[in-house]
């Protein structure tokens, strides 16, 4: 019984590492668990220097309370999505793995920047192989293109997950 215990904490504890959508040498946005070094506009992300700019565009608008929305043009470093594709040059050669670079998919106001206001998507690589019971599938893109991957746990092998129920960070 300890055994099978052992194998689902080592799992649990694993799903966080596997849920990744982007590896954290390519991170876009802001996480709240890493550490960042604030300015007036700017913020840099102190592990992999990614450089976050952030531009208001107008007023902000207040719904009641604390609550408020306006529209911010993002600036995100590593701006860089990377592919690879296996082909043979020739009929009958052997094949060949070629790899590529190509401007990220949702910048959607120039080179490196994005307007708006975040977005849910469901084809981004947030699936956890083998354990799909970990993680919905479904991702939300932050307006900084901060990737936030859920999944059915609030915190890595702490609790018991919840049908129904999906979290992010």
């Not at 649990?12 to 802001?30: C, D, K, S, T």
């Not at 960042?36 to 902000?60: C, H, M, R, S």
């Not at 009929?91 to 307007?115: C, D, I, T, V």
Request: charged share 15%.
């Amino acid at each position: 019984m300890r055994k099978l215990f052992a194998m689902l904490f080592c799992l649990l504890a694993a799903e966080g590492a596997f849920a990744q959508a982007v590896h954290p040498n390519w991170e876009r946005g802001i996480a709240a668990e890493k550490a960042y070094e604030f300015g007036d506009i700017d913020t840099v992300n102190l592990f992999n220097g990614n450089l976050n700019v952030a531009v208001p565009i107008g007023q902000t608008y207040h719904l009641g309370g604390a609550l408020s929305y306006a529209l911010v043009l993002h600036y995100g470093g590593n701006s860089w999505e990377f592919g690879s594709v296996d082909r043979s040059l020739e009929l009958g050669a052997e094949w060949k793995h070629f790899s590529f670079s190509y401007p990220a998919k949702r910048q959607n106001a120039g080179f490196g920047w994005r307007l708006s206001l975040g977005e849910l998507s469901s084809d981004l690589p947030c699936a956890v192989t083998g354990m799909p019971s970990l993680n919905a599938g479904w991702a939300y893109v932050g307006p900084d293109g901060g990737t936030h991957c859920f999944r059915n746990v609030p915190h890595v092998a702490t609790e018991i997950p919840t049908f129904g129920v999906f979290y992010t960070g």
